[in-house]
Structure formats: C-alpha cells, structure tokens
C-alpha cells in the first residue's frame, strides 16, 4: 500500500522518478501539438478530467515530447532572464512551466502501472530517458540555480509568506540534492547515473510485470483447489481463461511473498508449489530475470551517493527524510525487531503445536503459516474469515464505511458521476463536496486485479492541481482485489477493508493539501510522513459507529453480530509477530542494500547477500519471508521508496500515537477532525515535519502506542 504523485513540472515530483536519458536530441522538437491530439485543448470534462475515451495510446508520446519541448523554452527563458531574481519571476514562474507535459505525463504514468499494454510499455521505453533528462537539464543548469539561489538566500528579507517560503526553501532543496552545486565534470557523470538508473527501473518495473504472469501457478485438476471459496476458484478458472487455458485454473501470483490463497489451500503439495512461485520469480534466467538489473542499481546508486558526497544511498535519501540520518531509520526497525521476531517465534509454536496435534508430520514452513494460523485463529477467537467476509460486500465498504468515516471527520459528502470517462470499465467516479456544499475534489476507485496491472494497491493524483489556475484535485485509488464472477457477490476480506481505508487516507491528504502553487501540496513531505495520513485512517474502520454502519451481511443487512465484532477485535494482535517481522525483515533489507559503498556495492549473488544480510540484522526466520525478497521488492527498484521502506512504520509511530490523541479527546467528533485536517493534513511542511506534528500533539510522538497496537509489549 503506497501513495505515488506523478507530476510535472519537475518542481513538484515527489518519490517517483519519471525517468532518464539523452536529452540533446529532443531540443529542437516541436513546440506545438497536432490539432488532432486530445491533449492540445483544454478538457470540456468535470475538473478538468481527461477525455479517456478519445486519447489513443499513441497520443502520449507526441504530447510528452511537444511538452517536454514546450517546457525546456519555458525553463531557457526564467534561466536567460536579464532581470534581478524574484520570488515571482523565478520560483513561481518555474512552478507554473510544463503544463502539457504534466496533464499528459500524469495520465500516461497511471495508465503503464494500472492499465498497460504492448504499445504504452514501448512508449514508456521510448521517453522514459527523455524524461530524465530533461529534469537534469533543469536541475543541474547552473544559470537557472544561480537564480533560484539568490531568491533562497534572500528569502528573510523579500516579504513573502509562508507559502512562498515554503516554495522557495523545497525549489532550492531540490536542486542542491539532485546536483546543482557539483562542479561541471560531475553534473555530467551524474546525468550518465542518472539516465542509467532510470532505464534500468523501467527495465525492471516491466520485466518483474512479466515475472508475476511466468509464476502463476497452472492446476489442471479442481479437486486440488479444496478449501478455496467458490469465488477464488472462479476467478482461478477465469484466469486460465485468459491465459489460453480454459477448462483448468491458473493460480496468480500477488506482488507480496505470502500469498492469501495459502490460507485456505488445503494441499500441501499446491501450497509449497505456489509459495515457492512466489519466493523465487524474476530468478528463473530469460527474459524477465531481473538479478542483473537490481546488482547493476544497487552500484548505480551507491555510486551517485558518493559522487553528492555521501558515503552510501541510504545516507543520501534519508539527509531529505523525517529521520534524517539512516542510523536513526535502522535504529527503529532494530529496536521493533527483538520483539516482534519473539511474537512470531511464538506463534510459530502454536502453529506447530497444531500440526503435530493433526498428525502432520512435518515442520512448520512459510507455505503453511497462513493455513494453519487461521485455524489457531479460529480455535483460540472462534473468527472464521469466510463467514467474516459475508459482512464485508466492497460497495457498502467503500460508501458506508470509507465515505461514511469521511463525514464524520470532515463533513464531506460524495456522488456518484457517470458522465466522467474512465481508463477502464472497472472503476467508478465520485464528486467530492466540502460541508458547505462546495466542490472539493473527483475521486476515482478501480478496485480489480488486472493481468496488465502492476500488484499492490497506490493512490495518485490524476491532475496537476493549484489554486493559483483553481484546479482542484482528481485522485484514483487503485487497488488488486478479486473481481467476483458476474452476478456474484463483491466479498473481500478484512485485511482488504483496511487496505481501502489506508489508501482512502491518502486521497483525503491530496484533496485537503492543495495551496495556491502546484508546488506546494502538502504530499511534497518526506516519505517518511507521506504514509502517516493513510495508515491513520486505518483506524475507523474498527470505529465502533463506522463499523456498524458498513459491516452488514450482503444478503439479508443484518448487522454483524457483535460477538463477531468482538472476535475480531480479540484476534486483531495475532498474527502481529508474523506481520511486523515480515515487514521488518524487508525495511531492513531495503537499508543493507542502499547501506553498500561504491566500493563494496558490486554484489554478485542477491540471494547470498540477502541471507547473510537478514541473518545480522536477527530477522532471518524460514518461517517467516520477508515481505518483499530482493528480487520482487517492487517499492525499492522501481517505485521510488529506496532506502525509505521503513517509512511504513515510521509513520505508523506516528498514526499510531496520534489516534491516542483522538481517544484522549472525545474520539471522532467532527471538531477534532476539523482540528487534525487544519493542524496536519491541510498543511504545507513549511516548518520541519516534527515541529509540526509537536504542534498538533503537544509534544514528540512516542513509540508505545504502536508496541500496544501490535501486541507487543
């Protein structure tokens, strides 16, 4: 569960890089689009939104290269200014440059994660470089910086507000950590990285893409699937479809290691089978074997650290970062580590416990945790998930307990629109109001696995929103649940409840931020802050009024019984051991990997240096993978969270403990989420992220709110 922002101008990017390459070329491409294309007139459409039903893919390329040129005049022409600098005809004239480039850019960059295909993955390939070097050429021009510079160093003295400050301080940032005060010989090699890390990315996003399908899991014989619900073995069924298998059932791998099925599956034989599929794709040689490309990033990147003078990567990102140093990030996976590996090894012998009981006669293994700790749930709480899933029907979900949760808070309200065009027939709009009535963002929901869609689940604008041209916000929450067959019912899970709530959060981030400059939205924070807001909404979901409100049972409406309430409630630490520990293992892996020096970066064998990695840091348990291994660690190669996967559960210290402010103060009442809107997710990070938690809080954040969270004191 992630939030990505996808935006240019450059000034506004936040955790994604767009991509690299030899720029030169495009300089003297065109500055004017084709009629034809739709991206050459402004939308008709509610908010601005695209008119996806008239982009055909090949729009994007000459609309990112007409927009990539359209900008490289705008930038030349701030940059060659004779006149002295200024907040106005420096930072905010560069804030409001690119305009073709991020409407085009921002749909094309959701389209080739969510809903790709041939033709926008060999476009993706095509300008991918281009777009990089074309941030290069803006951020590492010195003219430009010497402008951008001056209007910093005189920021005290020129009158601007704190919005401008704020602008001004995260432009000049910006371009002091991608380069801009190197001396000439390094800007060059740096673009060179650049480029090079940027395809390599690309390379791997597409590759491990084509490594989930090569893993999927071919059964021939139904009578294997036992213990699958009827909804599970149809999509199975539909799948193989798909894939030219009909009449069989073809099992799909999710982006994580462990895999849900493994809960019900009752041979172990498919168990092992589709855990090891899981474990080892992207390992298998071919074409989409990714181990060359994540050896080759990791130099890439320890050798752009040393040359911005740090000694490892880790230390390079986290220097921008809540945390700061990476010590302090290692600091507090090491000190969670000792006792949630403790709770998992716990858990581990009452899983055992219950395989010996059974007669197994095996030792407990990571395919068969999820198997059998669901009946130690079910025997120590009594919570059966297929009989919890009948109250969760993912329509009433989304309107009586995501919406809901949001009018309690906030006061929005939401309707339904169905003259928005969308990207696939699977997603639905939504207009978003404030308490007065007023229109306050479009929020888009596609809820299904796709084969041409990446795993996980994200949130990201669908716009470039400002106050300064009055665009407000659109943004998609994409998620990777089973689609139902037709006319069965929309069943999901808890853990998938939460999963809407936690990206839920993160829509009402973007559509509370937006100030007056693109630039200055409240998701340009650390990534280690850019999860608070999500996992923080996490915790309506068990609100008492909230939970009541959507947890019906989808044939008769019947509220959940409140025993069954209470089971779950009871059952919500266990398995927490084995969930913080898996988390932890990868947070860490992700730290070991970017920890590597320019010198001791060339790894040649990403298994051994995982085990031997995992081994010192105490989180080596067979049982208990890692969330991610190396080779699928998607957040770390190819989706901008390097060296800041720990930002989980930093900003899970953080939810965690701002929650117990809202129990200290009446729960959720309106007012107090009037407060923690204009104190938290309203703001702009004008000051630093703990200054301005201190001043929501009252004082740090501490750690022990999420220890009793988890059940791990």
């Known amino acids: ?132 070097a074309h941030q290069d050429s803006i951020l590492l021009n010195a003219k430009l910086f010497k402008r951008v510079k001056a209007v910093y160093e005189a920021r005290e003295t020129s009158g601007l507000t704190d919005d401008q400050k704020f602008l001004t301080v995260g432009t000049y940032r910006r371009f002091v950590h991608s380069g801009a005060e190197l001396p000439a010989d390094k800007k060059k090699q740096l673009t060179k990285i650049n480029e090079q890390i940027a395809k390599l990315a690309n390379d791997y996003r597409t590759r491990l893409l084509g490594a989930a399908k090569e893993a999927a899991v071919l059964v021939e014989d139904k009578a294997q699937l036992d213990g699958l619900s ?50 080892t794709r992207g390992e298998h040689g071919g074409k989409s074997d990714v181990r060359e490309l994540i050896t080759t990033l990791a130099q890439l990147r320890a050798q752009k650290a040393e040359l911005m003078g740090f000694a490892t990567f880790a230390a390079f990102t986290e220097a921008e970062q809540m945390a700061k140093t990476a010590d302090a990030a290692k600091k507090l996976l090491l000190d969670l580590a000792p006792a949630a590996v403790k709770k998992a090894k716990q858990e581990a012998a009452e899983i055992q416990a219950t395989i010996d009981e059974q007669k ?16 130690v749930r079910k025997a120590k709480y009594s919570v059966d998930n297929n009989e919890v899933q009948q109250y969760f029907e993912i329509n009433r979900v989304l309107q009586d307990g995501v919406f809901f949760a949001a009018n309690k808070m906030y006061g929005l309200t939401f309707k339904e629109r169905h003259d928005v065009p969308t990207y696939s027939p699977d997603m639905r709009v939504f207009e978003v109001f404030e308490e007065s009535g007023k229109p306050l963002a479009l929020f888009m929901f596609d809820p299904w696995q796709r084969p041409n ?13 400002s106050g300064i041209d009055n ?49 200055e939205n409240g998701f340009n924070v650390p990534t280690d802050v850019v999860e608070f807001p ?81 081994k010192k840091d105490g989180v080596d348990l067979a049982e208990v993978p890692p969330r991610y291994r190396t080779p699928y660690f998607l957040h770390i190669w190819g989706n901008g969270y390097e060296a800041n996967y720990y930002a989980y559960m930093w900003g899970e210290i953080l939810d965690d403990d701002a929650y117990e402010w809202f129990t200290e103060n009446g729960g959720m009442t309106r007012q107090n989420g009037q407060t923690f809107r204009d104190k938290m997710l ?24 999420i220890k009793r969270e988890r059940g791990l004191e």
């Open 682 to 705: 309203g703001r702009t990070y004008t000051a630093d992220p703990m200054d301005i938690y201190r001043g929501f809080r009252g004082r740090d954040p501490s750690a022990e709110a």
């Open 534 to 614: 999500s996992q923080f909404n996490e915790h309506w979901a068990l609100e008492p009024s909230v939970f009541a409100n959507y947890a019906k049972h989808y044939q008769t409406g019947a509220a959940m019984p409140q025993e069954l309430v209470d089971k779950i409630k009871k059952a919500r630490t266990y398995g927490k051991g084995y969930a913080t520990t898996e988390y932890v293992a990868a947070a860490l892996l992700d730290l070991e990997w970017h920890s590597l020096t320019a010198k001791d970066a060339k790894v040649t064998d990403i298994d051994a240096f995982e085990t031997a990695a995992l």
């Open 453 to 465: 869609k990446n795993g996980g689940a994200w949130c990201t604008f669908m716009n470039v929103p």
């Open 471 to 519: 665009r407000l916000p659109i943004l998609v929450n994409t998620e990777n649940f089973t689609k139902p067959e037709d006319g069965k019912p929309a069943l999901i899970s808890f853990d998938d409840v939460t999963t809407m709530f936690h990206e839920f959060g993160h829509a009402l981030h973007g559509m509370f931020s937006v100030h007056y400059y693109g630039g």
């Open 360 to 375: 197994g006669g095996f030792k407990l293994t990571a395919a068969d945790w999820n198997f059998y700790s669901e009946q």
């Open 230 to 279: 009827e909804a599970d073995v149809a999509a199975a069924a539909t799948a193989a479809k798909k894939a030219g298998q009909e009449g069989k059932y073809l099992l799909v791998v999710r982006n994580t290691t462990q895999q849900p099925l493994l809960a019900s599956l009752k041979n172990r034989d498919l168990r092992l089978k589709l855990m090891q599929a899981s474990e």
């Open 1 to 132: 569960m992630k939030f990505t922002a996808r935006r240019l101008p450059i000034f506004a990017l936040t955790l994604i890089l767009l991509g690299t390459g030899a720029h030169a070329a495009e300089k003297a491409a065109a500055t004017t689009l084709a009629a034809s294309n739709p991206f050459a007139k402004a939308s008709p459409l509610p908010y601005g939104a695209e008119p996806m039903n008239e982009i055909k893919d090949g729009d994007f390329k000459d609309a990112i290269l007409v927009g990539i040129a359209q900008e490289d005049a705008e930038v030349a022409k701030i940059a060659n200014s004779k006149d002295k600098p200024t907040f106005e005809n420096t930072i905010a004239a560069l804030d409001h440059t690119g305009a073709l480039l991020g409407r085009a850019n921002t749909l094309f960059q959701q389209l080739t994660q969510a809903n790709t295909n041939d033709t926008l993955d060999k476009i993706n390939e095509d300008v991918t470089p281009k777009l990089q």
